[in-house]
């Protein structure tokens, strides 16, 4: 069965059309070789799947071999469209697609299809032989064209057949056909130059159109001129004696400019050479009030040294003392204890001495019996009484020696007692007398670290404040400065505008003060001088200030603090009032150069160019 395309292209018309619904269509392929492509299907599908290790190698590779090319197109596809989208006229436009067909012609002719087609054709169609081409095609017939010759003698049955020569072609005519083939390629190239030289007219055209329309364009303008040019002629007189005044007025301003510029430029010298020898003076100062500072603080800390000395050698002596009381404690306790061990023996010799005596005084009573019996016990009474009487006196001597012996141990006591309350009440004197001391010495070097610190304060705000009149000056400089490039700018246009004679009108702007930038100018030296001023006021305080650095009052300093304070907030007020003041003088001649910008483009644009 032939399909929908081949039964129009055989017949002209559709015989038999295809099917319409999802049912039809399994019933058109029950019909027809569906059945047999569906088992197919699924009998590869299959055999696919049981040897897939096999297979997949394959597989990969036809994968690769297919994507390889569709990859390649799309790259293709892709710098195509960069290049297209890179062009900015027809010609690249056209240039792009040359060289795309180029490179697509050279691609195609190097695949390797194309070389096997080429293969086929050279030799199916010979150079230059077409007979021999009739004679292969006759020896050698088509099944396709056998099987459609009865639906073409079907559908044209007046068709006929071209007869042939059998013979060779002769040299001339193979000479005929090279200089054909010749002639085609020069007429090939001449239709590309024909269309090439066909675009430059093109081109040429719209450019003499465009030129043609520029023309009708300015003879429109020229016309405009020639009806406004007798109302010009007044108004051009008119901004010549305006132009004439203004320059007469600039040169004014010039000659004072000039003027006050060479005053500015003087008293900036004076100011900056007045300016370093401060900051000389400062500096030297500075060192002077650090070396100062330093000596004193060298002296205090030799002072606090010697404190430390003085407290050490009273700490060591309160070490002796104490050494000194705990030695003389122990021997006092020592002399205590040999004491009481004294008169513990001594206590016991007197036991001894009373039993001794109660012993001589019962032998007494005794040997007075045995005297009352006999004599002899009278001489021996006499001997015992002597005796006794000597142990009595021994025993009183004994006592005496003992109370005595007492007594000394406890007035060593109460020495000693005495010694170490006095001792006791000196150590806490001694401790609040060294701490008294040390508290003196902290404070004095605390309070010498602070004034060395409020004069390095103070001598930066002043620095800080020097700085600042330093600035405002190079300012006032700079703008004075771009004031002078700004008048030199406006001076060269007006030469070049009064050198060109130009006619056109000068929109008139309100008149305002020539010499404001003169006054601008001596405000700045006002301010400068100002400034100045200010700096040697602020030097001489330093100086007084340093000058009662040596040993101030806390009310003088307090009073110097508060001037230096007021002395600050005045310089911040002066400042702001000044950069207000110098912000408002530069919107004005801002205004005023932008102004005449304004004018000079306007008169500019409106001046109609001469050939």
Avoid at 59 to 87: E, F, G, N
Avoid at 248 to 256: M, P, R, S, T
Avoid at 366 to 392: C, H, K, T, W, Y
């Amino acid at each position: 069965m032939t399909s929908p395309a081949e039964q129009m292209f055989l017949f002209g018309e559709i015989i038999d059309p295809g099917p319409i619904s999802v049912l039809a269509l399994f019933g058109y392929a029950d019909l027809t070789a569906g059945s047999a492509i569906i088992f197919a299907t699924i009998t590869i599908s299959a055999y696919i799947a049981s040897d897939w290790k096999f297979l997949s190698p394959w597989i990969s590779a036809l994968l690769t071999a297919v994507v390889r090319p569709i990859r390649a197109v799309v790259v293709d596809t892709s710098w195509v469209l960069m290049q297209l989208a890179a062009v900015r006229s027809l010609d690249d436009v056209f240039t792009t697609l040359r060289n795309l067909e180029d490179g697509v012609k050279s691609r195609i002719v190097e695949s390797r299809p194309s070389r096997s087609v080429c293969v086929v054709v050279n030799w199916y169609f010979p150079f230059n032989r077409p007979l021999a081409t009739y004679t292969l095609a006759k020896a050698v017939p088509s099944r396709r064209a056998a099987k459609l010759q009865p639906a073409v003698s079907r559908v044209d049955s007046t068709g006929h057949e071209t007869q042939l020569r059998g013979m060779p072609p002769t040299p001339r005519e193979i000479d005929l056909w090279n200089m054909i083939d010749q002639c085609e390629g020069v007429i090939a190239k001449q239709k590309g130059l024909i269309i090439a030289k066909t675009e430059e007219l093109r081109v040429v055209k719209q450019r003499m159109e465009d030129g043609w329309a520029l023309v009708k364009k300015l003879s429109a303008r020229q016309a405009l001129i020639e009806e406004t040019r007798p109302r010009e002629t007044t108004v051009i007189v008119e901004l010549r004696q305006e132009l004439a005044v203004k320059k007469g007025q600039l040169i004014i301003a010039q000659g004072k400019l000039r003027h006050v510029q060479d005053d500015t430029t003087a008293k900036e010298r004076s100011l900056c050479e007045r300016v370093a020898q401060l900051e000389q003076q400062l500096a030297r100062e500075r060192e002077q009030a650090e070396a100062d500072s330093l000596s004193e603080h060298r002296s205090l800390r030799a002072e606090l040294q010697t404190r430390k000395d003085q407290l050490v050698t009273l700490e060591h002596r309160l070490a002796a003392a104490e050494a000194r009381e705990r030695q003389s404690r122990g021997h006092i306790d020592t002399e205590h204890q040999n004491l009481v061990i004294r008169n513990n023996e001594l206590v016991a010799q007197n036991q001894e001495l009373m039993a001794q005596c109660q012993a001589s005084q019962t032998e007494h009573d005794r040997l007075e019996l045995q005297v009352r019996d006999s004599s002899v016990a009278i001489q021996e009474r006499d001997a015992a009484l002597g005796r006794v009487i000597l142990l009595e006196t021994e025993l009183v001597t004994t006592k005496s020696s003992a109370e005595s012996v007492v007594r000394q141990a406890q007035e060593s006591l109460a020495h000693a007692y005495k010694a170490d309350v006095a001792l006791r009440q000196s150590m806490p004197d001694l401790q609040h007398t060294c701490d008294l001391t040390l508290a003196q010495e902290r404070a004095t070097a605390d309070q010498a670290q602070k004034r060395a610190s409020d004069l390095t304060a103070e001598v930066n705000v002043l620095q800080g404040k020097i700085g600042m009149a330093m600035r405002d000056a190079q300012r006032s400089h700079n703008q004075a400065a771009a004031a002078e490039r700004t008048i030199q700018i406006l001076e060269h246009r007006l030469s070049r505008w009064e050198a060109s004679h130009s006619s056109q009108e000068i929109p008139k702007r309100p008149s305002r003060d020539v010499g404001s930038i003169s006054t601008a100018l001596a405000q700045s030296q006002v301010t400068v001088s100002q400034q100045q001023t200010e700096i040697n006021d602020l030097r001489r305080q330093l100086g007084e200030a340093k000058q009662g650095f040596l040993w101030p009052s806390e009310q003088v300093a307090q009073e110097g603090v508060q001037k230096l304070w007021e002395v600050l907030s005045n310089e911040k007020r002066a400042r702001t009032e000044d950069n207000i003041r110098w912000s408002r003088k530069t919107r004005e001649l801002e205004d005023e150069c932008q102004k005449l910008r304004i004018s000079l483009s306007n008169a500019a644009a409106s001046t109609p160019v001469r050939r």
